[in-house]
């Protein structure tokens, strides 16, 4: 059984765990057993560490085992080409900014606002702060393209 070792840094701008390695390693694998502990550096600044035993998935890497009805599929569609193209202008990962997870579980948000994004696992306030308005935006518009007859 393969393992994983993170390091989740405190971060003091968002007051938040950069929790975005975790998420690719649930996107991924299948988590079989995690055991944590918090620390301190001898400078105060503040760790989650992880040593995580994982099993990949059988099937596709990107399975996220969420289905999506076809409405749905449209926004997660809309929802990652944003997600993609803002983050290669960040210079970063995707998955920094969200997961496919949570790109399908905001997706399936009856009533989407800034405390529903904040709500989902992973993403948090800071997250819903930062991108939440670009977000609402897209599945916003999806809807309203969805409601005209």
Do not use: H
Request: charged share 30%; hydrophobic share 35%; proline share 3%.
């Amino acid at each position: 059984m393969p393992y994983r070792f993170l390091v989740l840094p405190f971060d003091e701008a968002t007051e938040q765990f950069d929790s975005g390695e975790m998420g690719l390693l649930e996107e991924r694998y299948d988590i079989r057993q995690c055991r944590a502990s918090f620390f301190q550096s001898a400078s105060g600044r503040s760790y989650w560490t992880a040593f995580v035993e994982v099993q990949r998935r059988s099937s596709q890497a990107d399975d996220t085992g969420i289905d999506l009805d076809e409405v749905q599929k449209k926004r997660y569609e809309g929802l990652r080409e944003w997600r993609n193209t803002y983050a290669e202008g960040l210079g970063i990962a995707p998955y920094l900014i969200a997961t496919n997870r949570q790109l399908k579980q905001m997706t399936q948000i009856e009533t989407p606002t800034l405390e529903a994004l904040g709500g989902l696992r992973g993403f948090g306030k800071a997250k819903s702060e930062k991108f939440g308005t670009f977000i609402l935006q897209i599945l916003l518009e999806e809807k309203a393209q969805q409601d005209v007859p």
